[in-house]
């Protein structure tokens, strides 16, 4: 089992930059994929991108493709997402979730293929 918490949220004016951190406890990190999810209020939650065991291979969501960037530090065991060019529309409380997929390259978009999830953390962009 592993446990997830994501910190580094604010509130920020369009255009910032803002780094999520995602550090995990319990298992090594490196077992995982990992995935990150956001929620706005009101909303379902939507996936933002996701990231291999390793960090060869990430994948994004077309909405936030080019200004966020998904990397992990398994020594660390934490993963961090990277966001630039920030638009009001990116506010959302953003979760980081672990999931284990059968080969190294595995990932996923599909939140119920994550088994563990962080308590999220708010990020608020004004314009």
């Known amino acids: 089992q592993v446990q997830l918490v994501e910190s580094g949220g604010g509130l920020v004016q369009a255009g910032d930059s803002l780094r999520l951190s995602c550090a995990a406890s319990?298992?090594?990190?490196?077992?995982?994929?990992m995935g990150w999810f956001r929620q706005a209020s009101g909303k379902e939650r939507e996936v933002v991108g996701a990231?291999?065991?390793?960090?060869?291979?990430?994948n994004y969501a077309d909405s936030v493709k080019g200004r966020f960037t998904i990397s992990r530090d398994n020594a660390k065991n934490t993963v961090y997402l990277e966001m630039s060019s920030l638009r009001p529309e990116d506010t959302a409380v953003y979760y980081c979730?672990?999931?284990?997929?059968?080969?190294?390259?595995?990932?996923?978009?599909?939140?119920?293929?994550?088994?563990?999830w962080g308590q999220g953390t708010q990020v608020t962009v004004s314009s």
């Open positions: 990231i291999s065991r390793y960090g060869r291979s990430t």
């Open positions: 979730a672990a999931g284990s997929f059968p080969y190294s390259s595995g990932r996923s978009f599909r939140d119920n293929e994550y088994d563990y």
């Open positions: 319990g298992r090594t990190l490196s077992t995982y994929a």
